[in-house]
């Protein structure tokens, strides 16, 4: 039985390393090459791959993390792009919003999205 939500291990499994990523991704911005959606689920798949290590109890370090993980599911709330099985209601993700980056992450990137 798979694991769920996927770990960062599991779901980051074929990601580039954070600094190929980090620049991918702002080059794509730039040109205006990627949508909101994948911008929002690839920073916040960055700033879990940043923070797996960090303090729990660093206020600004989990702050800042949990802000962005809350963009990506407020726009997939609004916009109803939920790609993996369980949507932006599931009462999982309140608990644990790292899980449902690691979901949508892997979802995306089973997908082959990459531009």
Same mark, same amino acid.
């Given at each position: 039985?798979?694991?769920?939500?996927?770990?960062?291990?599991?779901?980051?499994?074929?990601?580039?390393?954070? &600094?190929?990523?980090?620049?991918?991704?702002?080059?794509?911005? !730039?040109?205006?090459?990627?949508?909101? !959606?994948?911008?929002?689920?690839?920073?916040?798949?960055?700033?879990?791959? &940043?923070?797996?290590?960090?303090?729990?109890?660093?206020?600004? /370090?989990?702050?800042? /993390?949990?802000?962005?993980?809350?963009?990506?599911?407020?726009?997939?709330?609004?916009?109803?792009?939920?790609?993996?099985?369980?949507?932006?209601?599931?009462?999982?993700?309140?608990?644990?919003?790292?899980?449902? /980056?690691? &979901?949508?992450?892997?979802?995306?990137?089973? &997908?082959?999205?990459?531009?």
């Amino acid at each position: 039985m798979t694991a769920f939500p996927p770990s960062a291990d599991t779901a980051y499994i074929n990601a580039p390393n954070l &600094q190929e990523e980090t620049e991918e991704i702002m080059r794509l911005r !730039r040109a205006g090459r990627i949508s909101d !959606r994948d911008w929002l689920l690839r920073r916040a798949a960055i700033t879990d791959r &940043q923070t797996l290590a960090a303090d729990p109890a660093d206020g600004k /370090v989990q702050t800042s /993390v949990q802000s962005t993980f809350a963009k990506l599911l407020a726009y997939d709330a609004a916009n109803g792009t939920t790609a993996g099985p369980r949507d932006t209601n599931d009462p999982a993700w309140a608990a644990d919003p790292r899980g449902y /980056v690691r &979901q949508e992450y892997a979802a995306w990137a089973a &997908q082959d999205a990459r531009p």
